[in-house]
Protein backbone atom coordinates (compact mmCIF):
# COMPACT_ATOMS: atom_id res chain seq x y z
CA UNK A 1 0.00 0.00 0.00
CA UNK A 2 1.58 3.20 -1.23
CA UNK A 3 0.84 6.84 -0.27
CA UNK A 4 -0.78 7.56 -3.56
CA UNK A 5 -2.87 4.60 -3.57
CA UNK A 6 -3.73 6.27 -0.24
CA UNK A 7 -4.81 9.63 -1.86
CA UNK A 8 -6.81 6.91 -4.11
CA UNK A 9 -8.67 5.97 -1.60
CA UNK A 10 -9.47 9.10 0.22
CA UNK A 11 -10.57 10.51 -3.21
CA UNK A 12 -13.19 7.66 -3.99
CA UNK A 13 -14.04 8.25 0.11
CA UNK A 14 -14.62 11.98 -0.58
CA UNK A 15 -16.82 11.10 -3.98
CA UNK A 16 -18.82 8.26 -2.39
CA UNK A 17 -19.65 10.74 0.24
CA UNK A 18 -20.96 13.64 -2.08
CA UNK A 19 -24.41 14.25 -3.02
CA UNK A 20 -23.49 13.90 -6.62
CA UNK A 21 -22.51 10.65 -6.64
CA UNK A 22 -23.74 8.58 -9.58
CA UNK A 23 -24.40 4.78 -9.97
CA UNK A 24 -21.67 5.33 -12.86
CA UNK A 25 -19.41 6.43 -9.86
CA UNK A 26 -20.35 3.38 -7.63
CA UNK A 27 -19.46 0.69 -10.33
CA UNK A 28 -16.51 2.63 -11.38
CA UNK A 29 -15.10 2.52 -7.46
CA UNK A 30 -16.29 -1.27 -7.16
CA UNK A 31 -13.73 -1.47 -10.26
CA UNK A 32 -11.06 0.23 -8.62
CA UNK A 33 -11.65 -1.43 -5.71
CA UNK A 34 -11.05 -5.16 -6.91
CA UNK A 35 -7.96 -4.14 -9.26
CA UNK A 36 -5.23 -5.44 -6.30
CA UNK A 37 -5.08 -5.89 -2.53
CA UNK A 38 -3.50 -2.53 -1.76
CA UNK A 39 -6.42 -0.72 -2.88
CA UNK A 40 -8.90 -3.03 -0.09
CA UNK A 41 -6.19 -2.20 2.54
CA UNK A 42 -6.19 1.73 1.34
CA UNK A 43 -9.77 1.61 1.37
CA UNK A 44 -10.13 0.16 4.58
CA UNK A 45 -7.53 2.46 6.44
CA UNK A 46 -9.13 5.52 4.75
CA UNK A 47 -12.81 4.61 5.90
CA UNK A 48 -11.75 3.65 9.49
CA UNK A 49 -10.58 6.80 9.52
CA UNK A 50 -13.49 8.87 8.03
CA UNK A 51 -15.82 6.74 11.27
CA UNK A 52 -13.18 7.72 13.79
CA UNK A 53 -12.43 11.29 13.04
CA UNK A 54 -14.12 14.43 13.72
CA UNK A 55 -15.76 13.95 10.23
CA UNK A 56 -18.03 10.99 10.61
CA UNK A 57 -21.27 12.35 10.03
CA UNK A 58 -22.35 13.46 6.98
CA UNK A 59 -23.36 17.04 6.90
CA UNK A 60 -24.76 18.30 3.39
CA UNK A 61 -23.33 21.71 4.14
CA UNK A 62 -19.91 20.79 4.01
CA UNK A 63 -17.54 20.18 1.30
CA UNK A 64 -16.00 17.08 1.61
CA UNK A 65 -11.78 17.07 0.47
CA UNK A 66 -9.40 14.49 0.65
CA UNK A 67 -7.81 16.81 2.88
CA UNK A 68 -10.50 16.42 5.63
CA UNK A 69 -10.54 12.17 5.07
CA UNK A 70 -7.19 12.68 6.18
CA UNK A 71 -7.28 14.77 8.76
CA UNK A 72 -8.10 11.92 11.35
CA UNK A 73 -6.61 8.87 13.69
CA UNK A 74 -6.14 5.38 11.71
CA UNK A 75 -7.62 2.65 13.88
CA UNK A 76 -8.09 -0.74 11.45
CA UNK A 77 -11.53 -2.98 12.25
CA UNK A 78 -14.89 -3.10 11.16
CA UNK A 79 -16.99 -0.43 9.76
CA UNK A 80 -19.47 0.72 7.72
CA UNK A 81 -19.87 3.71 5.56
CA UNK A 82 -22.38 6.28 5.64
CA UNK A 83 -23.31 8.12 2.12
CA UNK A 84 -26.32 10.25 1.27
CA UNK A 85 -28.59 7.15 0.41
CA UNK A 86 -27.68 5.10 3.75
CA UNK A 87 -24.65 2.35 3.57
CA UNK A 88 -22.48 2.60 0.34
CA UNK A 89 -20.35 -0.27 1.54
CA UNK A 90 -19.96 -2.76 4.60
CA UNK A 91 -16.84 -4.08 5.60
CA UNK A 92 -16.43 -7.33 7.73
CA UNK A 93 -13.02 -8.44 9.30
CA UNK A 94 -12.27 -11.05 12.29
CA UNK A 95 -9.77 -11.08 14.49
CA UNK A 96 -7.36 -13.91 15.83
CA UNK A 97 -9.00 -16.25 17.45
CA UNK A 98 -12.38 -15.13 15.70
CA UNK A 99 -14.96 -16.53 12.97
CA UNK A 100 -17.55 -15.04 12.07
CA UNK A 101 -20.82 -15.71 9.67
CA UNK A 102 -22.46 -13.56 7.48
CA UNK A 103 -25.81 -13.83 6.29
CA UNK A 104 -25.77 -11.62 2.55
CA UNK A 105 -28.43 -11.35 -0.25
CA UNK A 106 -27.42 -13.92 -2.30
CA UNK A 107 -24.95 -16.12 -0.15
CA UNK A 108 -24.09 -17.16 3.48
CA UNK A 109 -20.40 -17.13 4.14
CA UNK A 110 -18.31 -17.97 7.46
CA UNK A 111 -15.13 -16.03 7.55
CA UNK A 112 -12.06 -17.52 9.44
CA UNK A 113 -9.93 -15.91 11.50
CA UNK A 114 -7.75 -12.46 10.12
CA UNK A 115 -10.32 -12.45 7.36
CA UNK A 116 -11.99 -9.40 5.30
CA UNK A 117 -14.21 -8.62 3.15
CA UNK A 118 -16.15 -5.37 1.79
CA UNK A 119 -19.93 -5.33 0.36
CA UNK A 120 -21.19 -3.04 -1.69
CA UNK A 121 -22.58 -0.28 -2.74
CA UNK A 122 -24.89 -2.82 -5.01
CA UNK A 123 -25.84 -6.34 -3.67
CA UNK A 124 -23.49 -7.87 -6.26
CA UNK A 125 -20.55 -5.73 -5.65
CA UNK A 126 -18.39 -8.21 -3.10
CA UNK A 127 -14.45 -7.80 -2.44
CA UNK A 128 -12.68 -10.63 -0.81
CA UNK A 129 -9.46 -9.90 0.64
CA UNK A 130 -6.68 -12.16 2.50
CA UNK A 131 -8.32 -15.19 4.38
CA UNK A 132 -10.32 -18.20 4.32
CA UNK A 133 -13.96 -18.30 3.65
CA UNK A 134 -16.71 -21.39 3.27
CA UNK A 135 -19.44 -20.01 0.78
CA UNK A 136 -22.74 -20.85 -0.36
CA UNK A 137 -24.36 -19.15 -2.97
CA UNK A 138 -28.22 -19.09 -2.19
CA UNK A 139 -29.36 -18.18 -5.80
CA UNK A 140 -27.68 -17.92 -9.45
CA UNK A 141 -25.57 -14.90 -10.73
CA UNK A 142 -23.80 -14.59 -6.97
CA UNK A 143 -20.43 -13.51 -7.04
CA UNK A 144 -17.32 -11.35 -6.05
CA UNK A 145 -13.91 -10.06 -6.53
CA UNK A 146 -10.70 -11.20 -5.11
CA UNK A 147 -7.07 -10.77 -6.19
CA UNK A 148 -7.98 -9.48 -9.48
CA UNK A 149 -10.13 -11.85 -10.62
CA UNK A 150 -13.81 -11.27 -11.26
CA UNK A 151 -16.26 -14.46 -10.29
CA UNK A 152 -19.44 -15.35 -10.51
CA UNK A 153 -21.18 -18.81 -10.15
CA UNK A 154 -24.60 -20.40 -9.60
CA UNK A 155 -26.19 -22.18 -6.11
CA UNK A 156 -23.51 -24.34 -4.57
CA UNK A 157 -20.98 -24.72 -2.37
CA UNK A 158 -17.82 -22.47 -2.29
CA UNK A 159 -14.45 -22.11 -0.99
CA UNK A 160 -11.71 -19.43 -1.06
CA UNK A 161 -7.97 -19.15 0.86
CA UNK A 162 -5.93 -16.20 0.38
CA UNK A 163 -2.54 -15.62 1.35
CA UNK A 164 -0.42 -12.87 0.46
CA UNK A 165 1.33 -15.20 -2.28
CA UNK A 166 -1.51 -17.43 -3.07
CA UNK A 167 -5.12 -17.69 -3.64
CA UNK A 168 -6.76 -21.35 -3.62
CA UNK A 169 -10.95 -21.41 -4.80
CA UNK A 170 -12.56 -24.77 -4.74
CA UNK A 171 -16.11 -25.68 -5.60
CA UNK A 172 -17.46 -28.76 -4.03
CA UNK A 173 -21.10 -28.11 -5.63
CA UNK A 174 -21.78 -25.76 -8.43
CA UNK A 175 -19.98 -24.50 -11.09
CA UNK A 176 -17.62 -20.87 -11.42
CA UNK A 177 -16.63 -18.91 -14.14
CA UNK A 178 -13.46 -16.86 -13.20
CA UNK A 179 -11.67 -13.84 -15.76
CA UNK A 180 -9.19 -11.69 -14.74
CA UNK A 181 -4.69 -11.12 -15.21
CA UNK A 182 -5.50 -10.87 -19.01
CA UNK A 183 -6.61 -14.34 -19.21
CA UNK A 184 -8.80 -16.79 -20.92
CA UNK A 185 -12.23 -16.74 -19.07
CA UNK A 186 -11.89 -20.09 -16.78
CA UNK A 187 -14.25 -22.35 -15.80
CA UNK A 188 -14.60 -24.50 -12.42
CA UNK A 189 -16.99 -27.30 -12.29
CA UNK A 190 -17.41 -29.55 -8.97
CA UNK A 191 -14.72 -31.15 -7.49
CA UNK A 192 -11.89 -29.07 -9.22
CA UNK A 193 -9.95 -26.06 -7.42
CA UNK A 194 -7.97 -23.43 -8.97
CA UNK A 195 -4.20 -22.29 -7.36
CA UNK A 196 -3.11 -19.57 -8.30
CA UNK A 197 0.00 -17.75 -7.96
CA UNK A 198 -0.18 -14.20 -6.76
CA UNK A 199 3.20 -13.08 -7.57
CA UNK A 200 3.92 -15.74 -10.85
CA UNK A 201 0.31 -15.09 -11.98
CA UNK A 202 0.52 -18.45 -12.96
CA UNK A 203 -2.62 -20.86 -11.92
CA UNK A 204 -2.99 -24.58 -12.02
CA UNK A 205 -6.60 -26.56 -11.71
CA UNK A 206 -6.38 -29.88 -9.68
CA UNK A 207 -8.45 -32.16 -7.54
CA UNK A 208 -10.68 -30.52 -4.95
CA UNK A 209 -9.86 -31.83 -1.77
CA UNK A 210 -12.56 -30.92 0.96
CA UNK A 211 -11.32 -32.37 4.08
CA UNK A 212 -7.98 -30.93 3.52
CA UNK A 213 -9.19 -27.30 2.32
CA UNK A 214 -11.79 -27.32 4.81
CA UNK A 215 -10.20 -28.31 7.67
CA UNK A 216 -10.25 -25.11 9.21
CA UNK A 217 -13.85 -25.36 10.42
CA UNK A 218 -13.24 -28.18 12.27
CA UNK A 219 -10.45 -26.88 14.21
CA UNK A 220 -8.05 -28.82 12.34
CA UNK A 221 -4.97 -26.90 10.33
CA UNK A 222 -3.01 -29.49 8.23
CA UNK A 223 0.84 -29.30 6.55
CA UNK A 224 2.13 -31.34 3.89
CA UNK A 225 5.64 -30.16 3.78
CA UNK A 226 4.56 -27.01 4.16
CA UNK A 227 7.60 -23.91 4.04
CA UNK A 228 7.64 -22.62 8.14
CA UNK A 229 7.01 -19.23 7.38
CA UNK A 230 3.30 -20.07 5.89
CA UNK A 231 2.83 -22.22 8.59
CA UNK A 232 4.05 -20.11 11.36
CA UNK A 233 1.44 -17.22 10.10
CA UNK A 234 -1.55 -19.97 9.73
CA UNK A 235 -1.61 -20.81 13.51
CA UNK A 236 -0.93 -17.16 14.24
CA UNK A 237 -4.41 -16.14 13.15
CA UNK A 238 -5.51 -18.43 16.28
CA UNK A 239 -3.05 -17.19 18.85
CA UNK A 240 -3.86 -14.09 21.38
CA UNK A 241 -0.34 -13.01 20.43
CA UNK A 242 1.38 -11.95 17.13
CA UNK A 243 4.14 -14.30 16.43
CA UNK A 244 7.60 -12.99 14.44
CA UNK A 245 10.28 -15.33 12.87
CA UNK A 246 13.34 -13.00 13.98
CA UNK A 247 15.83 -15.51 11.89
CA UNK A 248 15.12 -15.28 8.35
CA UNK A 249 16.44 -18.68 7.27
CA UNK A 250 14.17 -20.48 9.23
CA UNK A 251 11.76 -19.57 6.88
CA UNK A 252 12.59 -22.31 4.12
CA UNK A 253 12.19 -25.15 6.76
CA UNK A 254 9.45 -27.44 6.57
CA UNK A 255 7.03 -28.97 8.44
CA UNK A 256 4.05 -31.66 8.29
CA UNK A 257 1.03 -32.71 10.70
CA UNK A 258 -2.21 -32.46 12.07
CA UNK A 259 -2.05 -29.52 14.49
CA UNK A 260 -5.05 -28.34 16.57
CA UNK A 261 -6.21 -24.61 16.25
CA UNK A 262 -7.75 -24.21 19.44
CA UNK A 263 -4.58 -24.42 21.20
CA UNK A 264 -1.51 -23.06 19.20
CA UNK A 265 0.63 -23.10 22.17
CA UNK A 266 1.23 -26.59 22.15
CA UNK A 267 1.86 -25.96 17.86
CA UNK A 268 4.77 -23.98 19.07
CA UNK A 269 5.95 -25.58 21.36
CA UNK A 270 6.43 -28.80 19.14
CA UNK A 271 8.11 -26.26 16.52
CA UNK A 272 11.29 -26.28 19.15
CA UNK A 273 11.00 -30.48 19.52
CA UNK A 274 11.20 -30.84 15.44
CA UNK A 275 13.06 -28.01 14.39
CA UNK A 276 16.89 -26.16 14.69
CA UNK A 277 14.74 -23.46 16.15
CA UNK A 278 14.02 -21.84 19.73
CA UNK A 279 10.39 -20.32 20.38
CA UNK A 280 10.27 -17.59 23.38
CA UNK A 281 6.70 -17.15 24.47
CA UNK A 282 7.13 -12.88 25.41
CA UNK A 283 4.43 -11.42 27.39
CA UNK A 284 3.31 -9.32 24.36
CA UNK A 285 4.32 -11.78 21.16
CA UNK A 286 5.93 -15.12 20.66
CA UNK A 287 9.49 -15.25 18.63
CA UNK A 288 10.98 -17.86 16.90
CA UNK A 289 14.68 -17.55 16.53
CA UNK A 290 17.71 -20.16 14.77
CA UNK A 291 19.54 -22.31 17.78
Not at 77 to 97: H, I, M, N, V
Not at 187 to 214: K, M, N, S, W, Y
Request: proline content about 3%; overall charge positive; some cysteine.
Amino acid sequence: MTPHQVEQAAGWQARLLSDHCSEHDRILFADWLGECEAHHQAYGLVSQIWKTGSFSEKKSSRKLTRRAVLSGGALIGACTLFGPSGADAREFRTGRQERRRLALETMDIEMDACSALICGPSRHQMTIGNGRYALDFREDHAGFRCCGWSVSGGRGRYALDITDRTMQIAVFEGELSLSGHGQTRLALTEGQALHFDRLARRGTVAAARPDDILAWREGRALFHNTPLDQAVAEMARYSDKPVLILSPALARLRISGVFHTQDPTRFFKALARLLPLRVTFGPRQIEIVKL
